[in-house]
């Protein structure tokens, strides 16, 4: 099982960038679907961008044309490119695995805070 461990979260004022990170070891993310999920409080946990066999990606409404989800497999880390924040964007974020068969996450990160002011 992959173990993943976010970074680059912080505060931001809108329409700022932020890029997180998301390092993966204990199995190579090549044979794993990538996703970022976030959860502001009092809300429901939401994917907001996913990346399948590298090349194949899929982002909420309310992020497409935002935000960019790539992977670095020499580097085992995924990556989140945050553009034109805004405060709604407001929330902890979360990196997962799954194998590529299964539709259930396997593998979470420790979440990262994102903070965009208004």
């Known amino acids: 099982q992959v173990q993943l461990v976010e970074s680059g979260g912080g505060l931001v004022q809108a329409g700022g960038s932020l890029r997180l990170s998301c390092v993966a070891s204990?199995?190579?993310?090549?044979?794993?679907?990538m996703g970022w999920l976030r959860q502001a409080p009092g809300k429901e946990r939401e994917l907001v961008a996913i990346?399948?066999?590298?090349?194949?990606?899929n982002y909420s409404d309310s992020v497409k044309d935002r935000f960019v989800i790539s992977r670095d497999k020499t580097k085992s880390t995924v990556y989140l490119q945050m553009n034109r924040l805004k405060p709604e964007d407001t929330a902890v974020y979360y990196c997962?695995?799954?194998?590529?068969?299964?539709?259930?996450?396997?593998?979470w990160g420790q979440g990262t805070q994102v903070t965009v002011s208004s």
């Open positions: 990346d399948t066999y590298g090349f194949i990606k």
């Open positions: 997962a695995a799954r194998p590529r068969t299964a539709g259930v996450w396997s593998s």
């Open positions: 204990g199995s190579r993310i090549s044979t794993y679907t």
